[in-house]
């Protein structure tokens, strides 16, 4: 007789075997928000976020052949997993239909007076199980790339680039005009690169994907960036800022004026801590305007100005408009040019607190930026109050994490004592057998408070000399802690090139 008491788990924490999780089929699946966990004591464990009723479970234990055992899960969760575990067979089930089916407009959704039909054409399906799986595995990019003799898809997860998938060349055309389609961009026009955009909805959550084609030797090459705005903003210890220099962010963000910088090469998570440090000051209390290439995340009470270059909104036109605005705090989404440089730090300097993000790899380059932008050094050193130079290393699986004895080459390289354990993934389900799951920021802040700003004035000593002296623990050091307390791999560090 089936029970109807059911134990709650967190299924996060059940390492999921994917043959029994596929026994299951999909439909069955999805429409009862049950999936099959694992096989234990000649029982099938299945998750589901309430009682199934009793038609369901004689019809679960016909398709499995074995006895059953409930337990209760989120059922967010569930459908994660779902879409994760079934997503893959039904691309291939979607490309075996696009080479049977000779109708193209309906295929691609040209044509969608049909709304149904057009919903279920393959070439739409397949365009769709692509994202959905990119935003299941929360990649930052999705490539599709034409070759002579096959198409590759890959993903950027945790900044890393992995393959997914390789689909006949035959099938490409429709595809990328698919994704053209959806991105408004000219779908006749291939001989040059074009952008778009497309708001994409999965589930209850929307998200803003910007797409690029480029025209190469073999097709056009397509990347979509995908921005979740479901992602919710982080307090700086979420992000990996020790509680010390937390505080010392939230010394540079009390002041009333200055130039606040974040620095770091593309995808070292610049972005996110800028939205984070907006986030700590009190909107209600300050007139909090950004301008943003584009706009990320929407934050309560700051007004966000997204740049529109083909209608000439730029960064410097729109800092430009903000200062009559009566602002207290500008966020910059990056400064790029000289005329946007020469307007942040006049801003700076009258009285505006200013947050922006610099492309570079550390402090003292970012005075050395500015100058060679033209701005001169009295002005830099009175504007600076602080800069963050940042990176971002991957973090082991917990679920897979084990320990090892460290070699001698790590002993050497981390100062590390002969008896030192550290820490890797196996690779297991849940991290897709990459043996990492997640990201942490490593970094080092220059704090340029008044003491350090008077010492430059009264020396020899350069602006960057200043930086130098003002910085705290490096970046090399923050990394080879986090190797040592188990948070990221001594091949994390390596990578980083410190």
């Known amino acids: 007789m089936f029970s109807t008491e059911m134990k709650e788990v967190n ?35 299945i998750a589901a976020d309430k009682t199934p009723d009793i038609n369901l479970v ?36 979607a490309l075996k239909d696009i080479k049977m089916n000779k109708n193209t407009s309906q295929m691609i959704g040209e044509n969608i007076s049909d709304i149904h039909k057009f919903q279920s054409s393959p070439v739409v399906k397949a365009a769709n199980y692509i994202i959905n799986k990119a935003i299941d595995e929360r990649a930052s990019d999705l490539h599709v790339e034409p070759f002579q003799k096959s198409v590759t898809i890959r993903m950027r997860v945790d900044g890393i680039i992995y393959e997914y998938i390789k689909i006949p060349r035959n099938i490409y055309p429709l595809l990328c005009t698919r994704i053209k389609i959806m991105a408004q961009m000219d779908i006749a026009e291939k001989r040059l690169p074009q952008d778009g955009k497309i708001k994409y909805t999965k589930g209850n959550f929307n998200y803003d994907i910007r797409v690029s084609t480029l025209p190469t030797i073999y097709g056009e090459k397509v990347v979509l960036r995908i921005l979740y705005r479901d992602t919710e903003i982080k307090n700086l210890n979420m992000l990996g800022f020790l509680k010390e220099d937390e505080t010392k962010i939230k010394n540079m963000l009390n ?8 620095t770091g090469p593309t995808g070292s998570g610049k972005t996110t801590t800028v939205y984070s440090m907006v986030s700590n000051i009190n909107a209600r209390e300050k007139n909090i305007v950004s301008i943003e290439d584009p706009v990320e995340y929407t934050l309560d009470d700051v007004n966000q ?129 990459k043996a990492y799951k997640g990201r942490t920021v490593i970094y080092d802040i220059s704090y340029v408070n008044d003491y350090m700003r008077g010492f430059s004035k009264n020396s020899v000593l350069n602006v ?15 990394c080879m802690e986090l190797v040592k307390s188990g948070v990221t791999t001594y091949e994390e560090f390596l990578r980083m090139c410190l």
């Open 255 to 262: 002041r009333s004026s200055g130039l606040i910088l974040v």
């Open 11 to 45: 299924i996060d924490e059940i390492l999921l075997e994917p043959d029994i999780v596929k026994r299951i089929p999909e439909e069955i699946a999805r429409d009862n928000c049950v999936i099959a966990l694992k096989r234990a004591d000649e029982q099938i464990i």
């Open 305 to 433: 100005v997204n740049v529109n270059s083909k209608i000439g909104l730029d960064f410097a036109r729109g800092l430009r408009s903000i200062l009559r605005q009566d602002p207290d705090v500008i966020m910059l989404g990056e400064i790029r040019d000289e005329e946007t440089a020469h307007m942040a730090i006049r801003a700076a300097v009258t009285g505006h607190l200013v947050i922006s993000t610099l492309h570079t790899n550390n402090s003292a380059e970012s005075a050395i930026r500015l100058k060679d932008m033209g701005i001169p050094e009295y002005f830099i050193r009175d504007a600076l109050v602080g800069i963050i130079s940042q990176r971002l290393v991957r973090k082991i699986c917990p679920y897979c994490k084990t320990e090892y004895q460290a070699s001698p080459e790590e002993i050497v390289k981390l100062n590390l004592s002969s008896e030192q354990v550290l820490y890797k993934g196996k690779g297991c389900d849940r991290c897709n057998h």
């Open 464 to 478: 960057e000399n200043s930086i130098e002296e003002s910085r705290g623990a490096t970046m090399k050091e923050n």
């Open 58 to 93: 004689e019809e679960l234990k016909f398709i499995l052949g074995v006895e059953l055992r409930f337990v209760k899960a989120d059922r967010r969760k569930i459908y994660d997993l779902i879409n994760t575990y079934y997503c893959r067979e039904n691309l291939h089930h």
